[in-house]
C-alpha cells in the first residue's frame, strides 16, 4: 500500500502560470509535510515545510495542509521556466522518519 | 560549510564485490539516512541512525549494513554487490528524526 502518493505527470504550465502540486498520505497520526525540489541529475532541495492546517506562504511558493482530507499541496505562482523540475513530497510515517513520494515532474514552457 | 559531502559521486563494480560509501555532515545533526533513487520508485530509506551509536532497518536495507562511526560520519557497506543494487545513493542528515532533512550529492553505482 502506497502512503505517500503524487501524480507523476509531466505536469505542463506556460511560464507565468500557477503550477498545483499535490500528494496525499495514509498515516493520520502524520505531523511533518515537506516539498522538496530535484533537478534532473541533482539532490533533493528543501522548497517547504508545513506542519499546521492551513496554507503557509514563502515568496512565490504557498503549501496547503488539510490533516482531515490528508492531503497537502504546493502551488507555484508565476511559474518560471527555471522551475522546470520533479517535486517531491515527503511525510512522516513510519520508522519515525520521513516517506517520499515519487515525485511529478513540473515542465514550465517559455 | 559544506552541509553534506558524499564519497565517491561515482563508481563501477563488478558482481560480487564490496564497497563503502562515506557520508560526513558539519552541521551536527544527530540523524543521518541512506536513501536510494531508481527510476520510476522514488526514494526509498535503506538504514538511518537516529543519534550516535543506533542504527535501525529502512524501507529496504537487505544486501546492505551501516556504520554510524561517530556523529558526523555515516556509512554504507554492500558486502557482495548485485546488479538489483545499481542505483543514485543518497545521504542526508537532520537535526531530529521528523526535522527537515538535507541530502548530499549523490553517488551514482553501476553493478555490472
Known amino acids: 500500500q502506497k502512503e505517500v502518493e503524487q501524480n507523476s505527470g509531466p505536469l505542463s504550465v506556460p511560464e507565468g502560470a500557477i503550477a498545483s502540486l499535490n500528494c496525499t498520505y495514509s498515516d493520520r497520526g502524520s505531523q511533518s509535510f515537506f516539498w522538496y525540489r530535484q533537478y534532473s541529475g541533482k539532490s533533493p532541495e528543501l522548497i517547504m515545510s508545513?506542519?499546521?492546517?492551513g496554507d503557509k506562504e514563502d515568496g512565490r511558493f504557498t503549501a496547503q495542509l488539510n490533516k482531515a482530507s490528508q492531503y497537502v499541496s504546493l502551488l507555484i505562482r508565476d511559474s518560471q521556466p527555471s522551475d522546470s523540475a520533479t517535486y517531491l513530497c515527503?511525510?512522516?510515517?513510519?520508522?519515525?522518519?520521513?516517506?517520499f513520494g515519487k515525485g511529478t515532474m513540473l515542465l514550465v514552457s517559455p | 560549510n559544506a552541509g553534506v559531502t558524499q564519497t565517491p559521486k561515482f563508481q563501477v563494480l563488478k558482481t560480487g564485490q564490496s564497497m563503502t560509501l562515506q557520508c560526513a555532515q558539519d552541521m551536527n545533526h544527530n540523524s543521518m539516512y541512506w536513501y536510494r533513487q531508481d527510476p520510476g520508485m522514488g526514494l526509498r530509506l535503506i538504514y538511518y541512525?537516529?543519534?550516535?551509536?543506533?542504527?535501525d532497518k529502512g524501507e529496504v536495507p537487505n544486501g546492505y549494513n551501516v556504520s554510524r562511526l561517530n556523529k558526523r560520519e555515516f556509512s554504507l557497506r554492500l558486502e557482495s554487490a548485485a546488479p538489483s543494487q545499481t542505483s543514485v545513493y543518497f545521504c542526508?542528515?537532520?537535526?531530529?528524526?521528523?526535522?527537515?532533512?538535507?541530502f548530499g550529492a549523490g553517488t551514482r553505482l553501476s553493478v555490472l
Open positions: 515527503a511525510v512522516n510515517t513510519r520508522y519515525s522518519t520521513l516517506t
Open positions: 508545513i506542519y499546521s492546517n
Open positions: 541512525s537516529a543519534s550516535e551509536g543506533t542504527t
Open positions: 542526508a542528515s537532520s537535526e531530529r528524526g521528523l526535522d527537515i532533512q538535507y
